[in-house]
Nanobody, 113 residues
Framework: QVRLVESGGGLVQPGGSLRLSCAAS????????MNWYRQAPGQERELVAT????????KYADSVNGRFTISRDNAKKTVYLQMNSLKPEDTAVYYC??????WGQGTQVTVSS
């Protein structure tokens, strides 16, 4: 059974930082391109960041480029999203996805003073 479990969300003030983690099990993690998505209330799910299987290539949405960093540890079967300089508009539920085939349950990130 494939499982993706996100953690690390929470409440943070504008300008602050959070690091999300997504631990995978039940799949050959190193074979999957990994993605972070987010969905704010009333909005469509948005692709935030993507990382290649070996981690050598990353891509970001324009809205987070320069502030967020995606990384992965294939030995730990975990993908990370380091989020810096957070803004209120970053408030959303953040999901990790393996190859857009498997999805986690999401973790809430709220940026507010």
């Amino acid at each position: 059974q494939v499982r993706l479990v996100e953690s690390g969300g929470g409440l943070v003030q504008p300008g602050g930082s959070l690091r999300l983690s997504c631990a995978a099990s039940g799949l050959t993690f190193s074979s999957y391109i990994m993605n972070w998505y987010r969905q704010a209330p009333g909005q469509e799910r948005e692709l935030v960041a993507t990382i290649s299987t070996a981690g050598g290539t990353t891509k970001y949405a324009d809205s987070v480029n320069g502030r967020f960093t995606i990384s992965r540890d294939n030995a730990k079967k975990t993908v990370y999203l380091q989020m810096n300089s957070l803004k209120p508009e970053d408030t959303a539920v953040y999901y990790c996805s393996a190859g857009r085939r498997y999805w986690g349950q999401g973790t809430q990130v709220t940026v507010s003073s």
